[in-house]
């Protein structure tokens, strides 16, 4: 099945910082997203972005789909911007990555 | 309100019991879904449904069971053949598959 790698898998900025996240998977697919998963387990839907860049206030993200990447981009980041970011893809059916646990400091 | 529900939120069982979880959309999608994530770990299809009566089984299946009579609710049941049921399980639904998926609020199960 399609693999899902997300880098780095731990990330501790101080607020205001910039932060990039990265999600590479394996072959083509239908669709993909970024979430985030607030302390609570809640996740959050960010994008969904099968190809191309959106912005959402603060956060955008790209995904390149012929080169088999995503980015999601975080900027002047805040303490609540804390937690889990998943990207997820779907091809047959839905796959996760392992997440990159943020931590933002005040 | 629309959303999607899932209910209990805690659950405690016994070894050897089954258990169902509940997870209600009134979203009108029809495509539902199953997850189980263990701590520090991604998300792991357990089964999913594209419409109502049908369903198919995820990467990690075995020991669990659903059922798709309506097309708001999507049942998951834990049976006693499941080795490490303990974990939190999260439903989701999207328009069609492929589309964007939404998620409960989960529910931690706890196997004593």
């Known amino acids: 099945g399609i693999q899902v790698e997300q880098s780095p898998p731990d990330l501790i900025l101080q607020e205001g910082a910039n932060s990039t996240l990265r999600c590479n998977f394996s072959?083509?697919?239908?669709?993909l997203q970024w979430f985030h998963q607030n302390p609570w387990g809640q996740l959050i839907n960010l994008f969904y972005i099968p190809s191309g860049t959106k912005q959402n206030g603060r956060l955008s993200a790209t995904t390149v789909a012929t080169e088999r990447y995503s980015l999601l981009y975080i900027s002047s980041s805040q303490t609540t911007d804390s937690g889990v970011y998943f990207c997820a893809v779907h091809n047959n059916d839905m796959r996760f990555g392992a997440g990159t646990r943020l931590t933002v400091k005040p | 309100d629309g959303g999607i529900t899932q209910s209990p939120k805690y659950l405690f069982r016994k070894e050897g019991q089954n258990v169902t979880l509940s997870c209600e959309q009134n979203?009108?999608?029809?495509?539902m879904y199953w997850y189980r994530q263990d701590p520090g770990q991604g998300l792991r299809l357990i089964y999913y449904?594209?419409?109502?009566?049908?369903?198919q089984k995820g990467d990690i299946a075995e020991g669990y069971s659903v059922s798709r009579e309506k097309k708001e609710s999507f049942p998951l049941t834990v049976t006693s053949a499941q080795k490490n049921p303990t974990a939190f399980y999260l439903c989701?639904?999207?328009?069609?598959?492929?589309?964007?998926?939404?998620f409960g609020p989960g529910t931690r199960l706890t196997v004593l």
């Open positions: 989701a639904s999207s328009i069609r598959a492929a589309d964007t998926q939404y």
């Open positions: 979203l009108n999608h029809d495509a």
């Open positions: 072959d083509s697919v239908n669709n």
């Open positions: 449904s594209q419409i109502v009566n049908d369903f």
